[in-house]
């Protein structure tokens, strides 16, 4: 085969595979933005593959600081298509600067579909558009080889860091602004939907929760030791079971502080710890490997009056709780870290986490976040509206006294 049909040959699989990639990392940015934003939205294709979907795009890998991944996977593929497209009309030329730095480009894809790949078997889930991902990136990866300039290696650093270089990198950088100016879009229009939705229905909302609820057998807590911000005699008592790792805890959370802020004398907020982790909770598989040590860490802070400091801290850095970021959070919350980390190292904390636990179990907690007003129980992470609307229904039942 001649050398330009060998190489037309090669450019075209590149520029064919990398318009597919380009396809694959459109669907990935929009479902990472419907599961980020809890909207069903396309993610009911990847379910219909496979039961764990594409949520691993939105997990603790899913995003490098506010850009996706699969944002960053499609301004790369966008990026290889654009320039395999002008590297195919120059096909004819013995040396082409353009297809060095797309056998750089290709490398770079392959490396990080194999780290992408480690990190979801790190996570336990995978998903099928990302494995799509990976075979597209193999594929081009060895089309860009296959088409590369006479003497392999040769000239590669010259031809990626002068003008070729040059015009991929502006080629990406747009394609990559694109890509989060869209996702933004996305999310910013999924959450005015969601404002909108929630004004319009949360009386309704509030009130099927509210019989939901009444229709539940009405728990009694003894409530000495637990946490609590509110005085003790409030008309309005709310048991908060959380993992600190868990979104939507963080979102029932800063649901009932705001609450609680707006009514501080009537209402009396506790917690209690259900961390979704086998390590301390045997009732559960691991779902979040550092909800152990994170509760045992909240656990050492009430010892030092600092619960509710910590706690805070800790739902605002979900992605940093490991023992040296506890420890730095537990220095935020002004802990004293000697005494903390002897907390931290001994049976106590791990004590109290256990009585949680145990309580958890009795009151019959299927997960997190539940919540408990007056003894009467619902599970799920409520938004301030409709949190508001339940309990002015279950008040309008006659069930509660609130301000």
């Not at 330009?4 to 064919?16: P, Q």
């Not at 860009?144 to 040769?154: L, Q, V």
């Not at 976040?369 to 309990?391: S, V, W």
Request: glycine fraction near 10%; aromatic fraction near 10%.
């Amino acid at each position: 085969m001649a050398p330009h049909s060998r190489r037309f040959l090669a450019l075209l699989v590149l520029v064919v595979f990398a318009g597919l990639g380009v396809l694959d990392g459109v669907y990935l940015t929009l479902a990472h933005v419907d599961y980020a934003t809890g909207v069903e939205g396309v993610t009911g294709v990847c379910h219909s593959l496979t039961s764990a979907g594409c949520s691993v795009t939105a997990g603790r890998f899913g995003a490098i600081g506010p850009v996706p991944v699969a944002t960053i996977g499609f301004a790369g593929s966008l990026s290889m298509a654009v320039l395999g497209l002008a590297a195919l009309r120059r096909r004819r030329l013995e040396r082409d600067p353009l297809r060095s730095v797309l056998l750089v480009m290709a490398g770079v894809a392959a490396l990080a579909s194999a780290v992408m790949g480690t990190l979801s078997f790190i996570e336990g889930s995978f998903c099928p558009f990302c494995g799509v991902w990976y075979v597209l990136n193999l594929v081009i990866s060895f089309a860009a080889w296959w088409a590369r300039n006479p003497g392999g290696w040769e000239g590669l650093v010259d031809d990626a860091t002068g003008g070729a270089g040059f015009a991929a990198a502006l080629v990406f950088g747009s394609a990559l602004a694109a890509g989060v100016f869209v996702h933004h879009q996305r999310r910013d229009a999924n959450l005015e939907a969601q404002r909108v939705e929630l004004l319009e229905h949360a009386s309704e909302f509030g009130e099927q929760l509210a019989d939901e609820m009444l229709a539940g057998p009405r728990q009694q807590f003894d409530l000495t030791g637990f946490p609590r911000r509110g005085p003790e005699t409030a008309d309005l008592q709310i048991v908060e079971f959380g993992d600190l790792e868990c979104p939507h805890c963080l979102t029932l959370f800063d649901t009932i502080e705001a609450f609680a802020r707006e009514h501080p004398n009537r209402v009396a907020v506790y917690f209690a710890h259900f961390p979704l982790d086998s390590e301390c909770n045997p009732e559960v598989d691991e779902v979040h490997r550092h909800a152990c040590e994170a509760a045992w860490a909240a656990a050492c802070a009430q010892e030092q009056g600092k619960f509710w400091e910590f706690v805070t801290f800790a739902f605002g850095n979900q992605t940093r709780l490991d023992d040296a970021d506890l420890r730095e959070h537990a220095q935020q919350a002004g802990l004293e870290l000697e005494t903390f980390d002897a907390c931290f190292a001994g049976p106590q904390a791990r004590a109290r986490v256990a009585q949680d636990i145990v309580l958890a179990e009795r009151v019959g907690l299927s997960g997190t976040p539940t919540f408990f007003i007056n003894g009467y129980g619902q599970t799920g992470a409520l938004p301030a509206p409709i949190f508001a609307a339940l309990i002015e229904a279950l008040e309008a039942r006659g069930s509660l006294q609130v301000p």
